[in-house]
């Protein structure tokens, strides 16, 4: 996972609420077995249907920021709403509520849930209205969104907030105690269970010689 600590990209204002994820990405491509490649199911049935969805507009086709309206990612649990987003290229999501699953999938994956008052999202709309296709600066390490001359504090769990700045997926949390469990698998009693490493077909023919 990469390191996160500021982001500067194009905001896409999204001014819906209950955003589900079958919106987000519909049931129909979950039929796919690969983990990536889902940026054409990201909001299909909007970006196929409304010719005049905000990322059908040419001054969001490069947008890195979703700025979404209260209880965005709600209803089922799929990981490829994560998936789609990133895909498309969305590096942070800013609301005032997310669904709790969605907000976990995203900080397991890296994508920054960053939530604000619905007060300041609403400043930000304002903002991206009166001036299309700006940047925001999205500032990890102060908890802060930049919009033009304005800032905005935003809240994140810390754990994902530590995981995000140092890169690190569930994995990379394990091996950062790495010389603990070494130190601890000496100690073991030799009679107690061990893992070996996985066997490859290599390996099996290397010992029947």
Excluded: C
Excluded at 78 to 104: C, K, M, N, P, T
Excluded at 155 to 176: A, F, M, P, Q, S
Aim: no cysteine; net charge negative; glycine share 6%.
């Amino acid at each position: 996972m990469h390191k996160f600590s500021t982001h500067t990209g194009v905001a896409a204002p999204l001014m819906l609420s209950n955003v589900d994820t079958d919106q987000i990405i519909p049931a129909i491509y979950l039929k796919r077995i690969t983990r990536s490649g889902f940026d054409d199911a990201l909001f299909e049935s909007w970006r196929s249907n409304e010719p005049d969805f905000i990322l059908n507009q040419d001054a969001y086709k490069d947008a890195s920021i979703l700025v979404a309206g209260p209880d965005f990612g709600t209803g089922s649990s799929r990981e490829h709403a994560v998936w789609a987003l990133q895909d498309y290229g969305f590096r942070v999501v800013l609301s005032s509520r997310f669904a709790d699953i969605f907000r976990s999938n995203s900080g397991k994956r890296g994508l920054l849930t960053a939530v604000l008052e619905q007060a300041d999202i609403e400043k930000i709309w304002d903002y991206l209205r009166q001036n299309v296709g700006a940047a925001l600066t999205v500032d990890l390490e102060r908890k802060v969104v930049l919009a033009g001359d304005e800032s905005f504090t935003f809240e994140i769990d810390e754990n994902v907030r530590y995981k995000l700045l140092h890169g690190l997926d569930n994995i990379g949390l394990t091996l950062e105690h790495l010389h603990e469990i070494d130190a601890f698998e000496k100690r073991r009693p030799a009679f107690k269970p061990t893992t070996l490493p996985v066997k490859t077909q290599r390996m099996e023919v290397a010992a029947s010689v």
